[in-house]
């Protein structure tokens, strides 16, 4: 038969029924778009068995049939915002289909705010947290073994230049740590000590450690003459080193700087100057701070003795290196001596020390002395002792004056002559002295 030989003319009313057509024989495919419309379909030809439906429980389904009664669309319930205005974060709440737009809690694409001040200095804008009443913060909560970190980074990624800064808290140890650079700079421990470049102590509270040989600046910036920089040093409770202590300062003196130490001189009294180191050198004492007072030398070191006869001639001798030695305290200079008499040829006159050997040229305007003991073996050997001699220092030699003594045993009460002379100091015998005189 052909495709055309049958139309819906050529077919009786009722030929074609639901007992004529196998389940699921007609697909959709088989239908035209818009073929089956509602005057095609009678009333009740679709039972609610094909129309998926809710029933009394209200389960979401678009239909609803209670009971067999006939079926009716549900009714969508809206969605409240309540407080809602632009950039709010909407939170839950406990009333079921209504949301919150919280006023502090916003985000406009570029800056979250929790709290009510939205504004901070440019470059700091991220995140804004807080409000300029109450108390606010930010809790991070870690395992007990495990770090609490904030890093900062100068790159995307995982490597170091995502953590180039950081500020960590490691539970296991209980330390705050800070890190520059992808380096740890400062560690606070669980004891309150402060590790700069250390990681290791735990004995002093504060602990500094570089190569740089500055290792601490402490400036009063905006300093003038007279003004101060100081550190103070205590041990008394209940007191402030700087009330009952030491305070070690560095005075601005107009030219320099000089270096004071003041010490409380009891626990009721604050600290008083004791020592000053002054800028243009020299040490004073108890507040004195005038230049001619300052103590500005301290020094030790050996010397050479030589002698020379009443004629400037050489008178040969041999020291002893270990005992001539001096000691140089400001403007002082004690020197010691121990030398043997080696000239066994022809001299004359007065033996003496010229000045061009010692350590330091005496002043011109200031005399000075001390004392020698000649040493012939004996009081009655040879010469005799000669003991309690003075030493006359002047400005171009040093003489050995002779005490008033008993000359070999005899009843003689004057000295034979004033100053220790050639003849009176037996050859291979030692001389031993002190003296002292004052340098310009």
Not at 224 to 246: E, H, V
Request: contains cysteine; hydrophobic residues 30%.
């Amino acid at each position: 038969m052909g495709l055309t030989q049958v139309s819906t003319d050529g077919v009786k009313n009722d030929a074609i029924n639901t007992a004529k057509i196998n389940n699921g024989s007609i697909q959709s495919e088989d239908i035209a778009d818009n073929q089956i419309i509602t005057t095609k379909i009678l009333d009740g030809a679709v039972s609610l068995a094909k129309l998926p439906h809710g029933d009394t429980n209200n389960n979401g389904k678009f239909l609803r049939a209670n009971n067999g009664a006939d079926p009716s669309f549900e009714t969508i319930t809206g969605t409240t915002i309540n407080n809602n205005a632009d950039n709010r974060v909407i939170t839950g709440s406990g009333t079921a289909n209504t949301l919150n737009g919280e006023s502090t809690l916003t985000f406009d694409g570029s800056s979250m705010v929790l709290g009510s001040n939205s504004s901070a200095s440019a470059g700091a804008t991220d995140l804004i947290i807080g409000a300029n009443t109450s108390a606010h913060g930010l809790t991070i909560y870690s395992g007990y073994l495990d770090e609490s970190t904030i890093n900062f980074g100068d790159a995307n990624g995982t490597g170091s230049t995502s953590r180039i800064g950081r500020i960590a808290y490691d539970h296991d140890g209980n330390k705050m740590i800070f890190t520059v650079n992808d380096a740890e700079r400062l560690r606070i421990t669980s004891g309150g000590m402060v590790n700069i470049n250390d990681t290791s102590n735990t004995a002093v509270k504060l602990y500094v450690t570089d190569t740089n040989p500055v290792i601490a600046s402490f400036h009063h910036s905006d300093g003038g003459t007279n003004d101060q920089a100081r550190i103070s040093l205590g041990a008394l409770a209940n007191n402030p080193p700087y009330n009952r202590g030491i305070n070690l300062i560095a005075e601005n003196n107009g030219a320099g700087h000089d270096f004071v130490v003041a010490c409380s001189p009891s626990h009721s009294g604050g600290p008083a100057e004791k020592i000053r180191v002054k800028s243009s050198g020299g040490i004073t004492f108890n507040g004195d701070t005038a230049t001619a007072n300052a103590l500005d030398d301290y020094e030790e070191g050996t010397w050479t003795p030589t002698m020379l006869d009443g004629n400037g001639s050489n008178y040969v001798i041999s020291p002893n290196t270990a005992q001539c030695h001096y000691t140089k305290i400001g403007r002082m200079v004690y020197c010691f001596y121990n030398i043997t008499n080696n000239e066994n040829g022809s001299k004359t006159g007065n033996l003496y020390f010229p000045v061009s050997c010692l350590p330091f040229t005496p002043s011109p305007a200031v005399q000075a002395s001390g004392t020698f003991f000649v040493d012939h073996g004996g009081p009655r050997t040879g010469l005799g002792d000669i003991i309690g001699g003075n030493h006359n220092v002047g400005t171009g030699a040093v003489y050995f004056t002779q005490p008033t003594r008993k000359n070999n045993g005899d009843t003689q009460s004057t000295a034979n002559n004033r100053y220790l002379a050639h003849g009176q100091w037996s050859y291979g015998r030692p001389i031993y002295g002190e003296f002292s005189y004052k340098v310009a």
